[in-house]
């Protein structure tokens, strides 16, 4: 049998294996030869532990070749599925008023940490009583969330702060296993922690908080045009929105005017575009239709459209036009966001297959051709639907081919209709970024880097020492063989493998 002990100094761990022989040996005829016996023992333990670290780091190369023909065979996955009888469930919780790309990238951080994600949206009742009025109404942020590609389950009418007794209905009703929430802090009008409850629970797990953009910043950007309406529409002055959706001005990045709205540091990355794209194109019989437009602080009157657009094929492809294109067509004072901003809050949607970033203003013949349009359509809500009468319209070449169809939008709803909640109740908005500002400045001022890799080792041990606790070895070399694969220096952490050890 294996008698394991975990010595510890200093900065080293050394786990001592002995083979400890259940035969007694009896009549021996020497001191002599129990020497040789003993010395033989002590080499072919030897021989035994080199044997198994050799054969782990090349089982490890193995695999990793292995995941990058089938990923479906990787070991995580086959331990995922051999060690759970049910799906893992996460719940994340949230306002999500004035919904942008960072929720967006919150819950497909969230959605990677289990299996089915199940989304609360806070009522706005609650709202108003912890953060002040909100921007969407109820029924429109249901939409906007449902959209997102990531989430499985919506809850209406989550409470603000998770209280015992809908903890308890998260747990048992609704089969949640962990609750999730960013690193910024969530903290009540009484100053205690919203999640105080589900991390005193041990079912609560944290990711990292999208940098560059909030609801606050963006009904900022908003509110200070309120206040320099004379200068943003002096065609001698440059927009102020334009300005902060490419986050270069000095005076209110500076705090000027007394505002402590953040302009956007949005640093767009491949990266993060490839996280929010989908894996397939289109085949080459698929059915493609095409619909395009600003998509200017994305909204649900936008989500109900490219549901519309999706059903009539079988890929839908969406032209996000570029920041110069909507200041031209829609006023010195768009976009709010910028083209990348957009382009993200786009793809998100479960409905969109892919984006084109910066599509034409018009629809070239060689444009239908190149990317195999079989169907063009626009939505009979719009704020930019009087280029007919300038004789430049868009859609003249599918028209001519007459694959242009128009759809009856189900909401009516546009940016412009956004920017009017914000402007007819600015004071009362602007009381509510004050508040919401300074949170985020302590956050940001206090902030510190957290390393995505470390977290992914925190989930592998936790994972062994699950498996180690219901003594399964089979599970367990499979676990070791990941920690090879991935070349995991700190395998022998000394206080979680003894901690494991001991179980």
């Known amino acids: 049998m294996f008698d394991v002990k975990v010595v510890t100094t200093y900065n080293k761990t050394h786990i001592l294996i002995t083979i400890l022989s259940k035969t007694k040996f009896h009549n021996h005829k020497s001191a002599t030869s129990q020497t ?56 994340m919780d949230g306002c999500f008023d004035m919904m942008h790309y960072g929720h967006c990238n919150a819950l497909r951080q969230a959605r990677a940490l289990g299996d089915q994600l199940i989304v609360g949206v806070v009522s706005d009742e609650e709202i108003i ?29 989550a409470p603000y702060a998770i209280t015992e007794e809908f903890m308890r209905k998260l747990f048992d009703e609704y089969n949640i296993d962990y609750i999730i929430h960013g690193d910024d802090p969530c903290i009540l009008p009484d100053g ?7 991390k005193k629970a041990g079912r609560y797990k944290q990711i990292k908080r999208t940098e560059g953009v909030s609801s606050t910043d963006i009904v900022g950007r908003m509110l200070l045009c309120v206040r320099e309406r004379t200068s943003c529409e002096s065609p001698s002055h440059a927009s102020l929105q334009r300005q902060f959706s490419h986050g270069h001005n000095q005076k209110y990045d500076d705090g000027g005017s007394g505002s402590r709205t953040r302009v956007s540091h949005f640093l767009p990355t491949s990266r993060r575009i490839v996280q929010f794209s989908n894996e397939k194109g289109a085949g080459p019989n698929a059915r493609i239709v095409y619909i395009d437009g600003a998509f200017d602080l994305f909204h649900a009157g936008h989500v109900e459209i490219l549901r519309l657009a999706r059903e009539l094929g079988d890929f839908l492809l969406v032209g996000i036009h570029t920041d110069q294109t909507v200041s031209a067509n829609r006023g010195a004072h768009r976009p709010i966001m910028n083209l990348h901003e957009r382009s993200l809050s786009v793809l998100a949607c479960q409905y969109v ?75 009362a908005y602007q009381k509510r970024n004050e508040r919401k500002g300074e949170s985020e400045r302590k956050y940001y001022e206090g902030k510190s880097y957290v390393s995505a890799l470390l977290v992914g080792v925190n989930d592998l041990l936790a994972l062994s020492c699950n498996m180690l ?22 395998m022998c952490d000394c206080e979680r493998l003894c901690c494991f050890w001991r179980s």
């Open 36 to 91: 040789m016996g003993s010395d033989v023992g002590l080499e072919a333990s030897k021989r035994f532990l080199t044997t198994w670290l050799i054969g782990g780091l090349v089982a490890g190369l193995s695999v990793v070749a292995l995941t990058a023909v089938r990923p479906e065979l990787s070991p995580l996955n086959i331990v995922r599925r051999r060690k759970k009888k049910r799906p893992i469930r996460v719940y």
């Open 353 to 427: 297959d892919e984006v084109i970033i910066g599509a034409p203003w018009e629809i070239s013949k060689d444009m239908i051709t190149t990317f195999n349009i079989s169907l063009v359509v626009h939505g009979t809500v719009a704020e930019d639907d009087d280029y007919e009468k300038d004789n430049r319209d868009p859609y003249a070449v599918p028209k001519s081919m007459d694959i242009c169809k128009v759809l009856e939008s189900p909401l009516d709803i546009t940016t412009s209709t956004i920017i009017k909640r914000i402007v007819s109740n600015h004071e």
């Open 192 to 198: 205690t922690d919203a999640y105080a409850l589900a």
């Open 129 to 157: 009583v912890n953060k002040g009025p909100p921007v969407t109404p109820l029924h429109e942020r249901m939409l906007m969330v449902s959209a997102v590609k990531w989430v499985d389950e919506v809850i209406p009418d």
């Open 469 to 490: 606790w219901s003594q399964r070895p089979y599970e367990v070399v499979m676990s070791f063989t990941i920690f090879w694969s991935v070349g995991l220096k700190r």
